[in-house]
């Protein structure tokens, strides 16, 4: 199964909003309300940030949220700031115990 | 606080296999699944596969298995070849995916 589509990357001003998309199919995203997205710095382990697809763990900042419509989940960041840069990445139940990535997206804050 | 410590990097040849540990503390271990997802050099992350405390699965090259009595999680793969170069994360799951906690990572090489 191919990994879900996500932009390679994204950038934004501190301050500024952005969006990631992460596009799926019937059988992933556009079947199960079971969409995550993951933050990873460079060398570190990923970091979950929205469960459930727009759930925040606790201790997450209330900038991050998350939405979905049909096969296409997304990530909004507001009120960007230098701490935020860094690698994004969807997910999704697909059945059978399975879960499948997308490609992550490299954020930049300018 | 909840911990995955993972085993330290491996090396090895094409055609072997390798054995990576995950000893969690800080939660109950029969509670929640352990999730193995693994990350080739520059590239994204990929699932591997997961399995409840109290089981084991075995797919092909790959093998999960767990140890109740130490709360450490096992994650065998053979026939290794370049392709299979990467970190290799463990991570604890929660319901379908829900993932709350992940190892620090451990880098297997694989080169003749």
């Known amino acids: 199964q191919s990994a879900l589509t996500q932009p390679a990357s994204v950038s934004g001003s501190p301050g500024q909003s952005i969006t990631i998309s992460c596009t799926g199919t019937?059988?992933?995203?556009?079947?199960?309300?079971?969409v995550s997205w993951y933050q990873q710095h460079p060398g570190k382990a990923p970091k979950l940030v929205i469960f459930d697809v727009n759930d925040r763990p606790s201790g997450v900042s209330t900038r991050f949220s998350g939405a979905k419509s049909g096969a296409t989940a997304s990530l909004t960041i507001s009120g960007l700031q230098a701490e935020d840069e860094s690698t994004y990445y969807c997910s999704s139940y697909t059945g059978s115990n399975t879960v499948i990535f997308g490609g992550g997206t490299k954020l930049t804050v300018l | 606080q909840v911990q995955l410590v993972q085993s330290g990097p491996e090396v090895k040849k094409p055609g072997a296999s390798v054995r990576v540990s995950c000893k969690t503390s800080?939660?109950?271990?029969?509670?929640?699944?352990i999730i193995w997802v693994r990350q080739a050099p520059g590239q994204g992350l990929e699932w591997m596969g997961k399995i409840s405390p109290d089981n084991a699965d075995f797919q092909g090259r790959l093998g999960m298995t767990s140890d109740t009595s130490t709360t450490t999680a096992y994650m065998d793969l053979s026939s290794l070849t370049s392709n299979d170069t990467a970190i290799y994360f463990c991570?604890?799951?929660?319901?379908?995916?829900?993932?709350?906690?992940w190892g620090q990572g451990t880098l297997v090489t694989v080169s003749s």
């Open positions: 800080g939660y109950i271990f029969a509670t929640y699944d």
């Open positions: 019937s059988s992933d995203i556009g079947y199960y309300d079971d």
């Open positions: 991570a604890r799951g929660r319901r379908r995916n829900e993932i709350d906690a």
